[in-house]
Nanobody
Framework: QVQLVESGGGLVQAGGSLRLSCAAS????????MGWYRQTPGKQRELVAT???????NYADSVKGRFTISRDNAKNTVYLQMNSLKPEDTAVYYC??????????????WGQGTLVNVSS
């Protein structure tokens, strides 16, 4: 079984910064793509950013130039550095990982979510 545990959310003023972390644990052979998604009430969960095991990154247009995703493969951890935060960034942020618990299996795993609240 694989678990993702997020940390780093909280309340911040507009223009401020936060850093989210997500650590994977359990039976892990390898982790392919890791990413962050976010969701606000009444809306679908949306992609924020992803990073592959080879450090190729992808960002939503709304966060390009403000957010940076990175990962530490040795620690099975992904980070999201969020700068110049805006009130519209307020959401529950979810960590996501495409995990291979064995060489022949793949699972999609989600974290429990962490709230980011940006005040104006």
């Amino acid at each position: 079984q694989v678990q993702l545990v997020e940390s780093g959310g909280g309340l911040v003023q507009a223009g401020g910064s936060l850093r989210l972390s997500c650590a994977a644990s359990g039976s892990i052979f390898s982790i392919n793509v890791m990413g962050w998604y976010r969701q606000t009430p009444g809306k679908q969960r949306e992609l924020v950013a992803t990073v592959t095991s080879g450090d190729t990154t992808n960002y939503a247009d709304s966060v390009k130039g403000r957010f940076t995703i990175s990962r530490d493969n040795a620690k099975n951890t992904v980070y999201l550095q969020m700068n110049s935060l805006k009130p519209e960034d307020t959401a529950v942020y979810y960590c996501n990982a495409d995990v291979s618990p064995t060489w022949y299996r793949r699972l999609e795993v989600w974290g429990q979510g962490t709230l980011v609240n940006v005040s104006s």
